[in-house]
């Protein structure tokens, strides 16, 4: 009643300020009506058709390294090329402005009763709703069009842009870059800094698997290819998914989950338009772990050069370097090499792992050992009572006199080595395959079977690189059965016949031979680091030494085979011999190898090319590296004069290694870092 009464005051000043607070009154209470009432529609419409997309968000891969820290695999940063459409929209509007057809009308001006003057006005023409949507697109897709033209002009590279995939791109994915050119270069990226700051096109970063020594240890890494598929124990609905990689085989695809990580989780808010009007991070990527290898560069990188010196880079062979008291592989090599880039996006690979060349001879290819399968057979007779010093004669070939030959049955089966007398050593160093043949068939195929599945011939060694086959070797059951005959036996005493192996199966068997007895687990994994130690992550260790069987033998026997296959590259008669006694190579170490050649035959038993061996271990007084060395070749030759050079070149490093370690600490990492 106050404030009314002081109203009913003749108060000019009062009576303004009144009036003012009572507009202001009506245009709050308008505004609320209008935004509440007449507006109110169109905002419940705009919150409807707002939603969160979600964005897959890959964690940064792992990283691979050899034994002592050096980087063999990792991720580096690749910038592609993207268009906002979002950033566009203003453009796409006008631009459908200008390609909407109009028509001028004529009309009186009617204020202007006395002249009844006419003028023409500008009209759109009426269109369909099928008309509109043609010509909305059309807009859009010249707009993004004229961009795209732009920057192939600026970047002077041929870029084109398909209508079919802007389309699905616009009406699914909006609201992520829509990719114009990945993987951009140097000069390009300078380039598209230079002239285009700003504006709908922009740089992504993204990470992509990088091999910084390109082709070596191709076939152990393995690939990646493109799979954005979610892992377990991650989200598996997403709207959209970043591009992300996929281990295949190899360490990549072995320790897949490891290197891996775990892949975040974006969101993405979006109006009724489709365009992003923010971002969150609703779960941020965790990288993956990185797995360190048991392989050593250097040995690596020798035995590749070794290789590729005596043989040529595309020669068909494999190479396993192990240590013989461990099993640990300190160097594979498969040829001809492959860059796992190259391998990813092959897609010959990925139709048929079993292609040559991408194959990993040393755990995937199954080849005829020859002659060095012998030891085991020697082991095997020397176990039933051989007498390793008792001579057998050699007959001649009645059709190479210069050879021997030896008749199982009706077959006669030729021998490399000249008629006479052998004995175990002998035998050895020479290849006799009629020695073995004879002792091998009194020993009985049962006997050497037996030891063989000790040494787990056709069986797969357990590497983590699903790229491994088993090989091939008769059972005792197949043997014992009707329709096994002498001559399937004699083919099993020098390394033909119905068997196959693979050269880390001989590396293990050698290393068995020279450690003892011990069949070991092969290991290509030392650990599993993760990315932040100071996270508190502890790192996972994988054991060495890991024994799988024992072959059971005296250590009787194996002295004698071990002095036996010493005196392959130390007597001047051992088809070993040249390749350690080159004049200035002589190595200051004591190897005891074997060689062996197997013939390849097609459907028809016809020569087609020779598998050329040399098995190895070393030094004599205390093994501990084993190498294996396995050449395809159409060309003449042997064991010896094709493997053995291979295998000395192999041990040259592995002897600079041996005294890299013994420097002083300082001397030693000053080299290494020298040496990348």
Known sequence: MLIVDELKKNDPQLRLVAATIAVGLMLLLAGLWWVQVVSGRKYQSHSETQSIRTVRVPAARGKILDCDGRVLAENRARFNLSLYLSDLSGQFQKEYDRLRPVKWVAHTQPWNFWSRSQSAAM?????????????????????????????????GQPLTLDFKTFQRAYESRLYVPYPILQDLDETQIARFEEHFSGGAANLDVQPARFYPYGDTAGHLLGYVTEDDSSL????????????????????????????????????????????????????????????VLTIDLDIQQAAEAALTNHQGADARAAIVVMNVRTGDVLAMVSSPPINPVFSANSPEYLADPTLQPQINRATFGSFAPGSIFKPVVGLAALERGLNPNEYYEVQPDPEQPWHGCIYVGRRRIGDTVPPGEYNFRRAIEQSSNSYFIFNGLRTGITNIVKLAEKFHFGEKTGLP?????????????QVEGRDWRDGDSANICFGQGQMAVTPIQMAVAYSAIANGGKILRPRLVDRIDPQDPAAGETATNFPSGIVRDEIGVSQRSLRILREAMLSETEDPQGSGYPAFHQPGSILNLRVCGKTGTAQVENERNEIIGHNYWFASFAPYENPKYAVVVMVQSQSGGSGGSVCAPIAHDIYAEILKRESFRTLPPTVAMAKLSKNG
């Open 123 to 155: 009209r759109h023409v009426p269109l369909s709703q099928v008309q509109v949507d043609a010509l909305t697109w059309q807009a859009r897709y010249d707009v993004a069009d004229a961009v795209v033209a732009d920057i192939a002009e600026k970047l």
């Open 232 to 291: 377990e124990g991650e989200d598996a609905y997403f709207s959209y998914r970043l591009p992300d990689y996929r281990g295949r085989v190899g360490i990549e695809g072995g320790f897949d989950v490891e290197l891996h990580g775990h892949a975040g989780v974006e969101a993405v808010l979006v109006n009724n338009y489709g365009y992003r009007q923010s971002v969150n991070m609703l779960e941020p990527a965790e990288p993956g772990e990185n797995v």
């Open 465 to 477: 690189t699903e790229q491994e086959t088993g090989g091939i070797f008769p059972s005792l059951r």
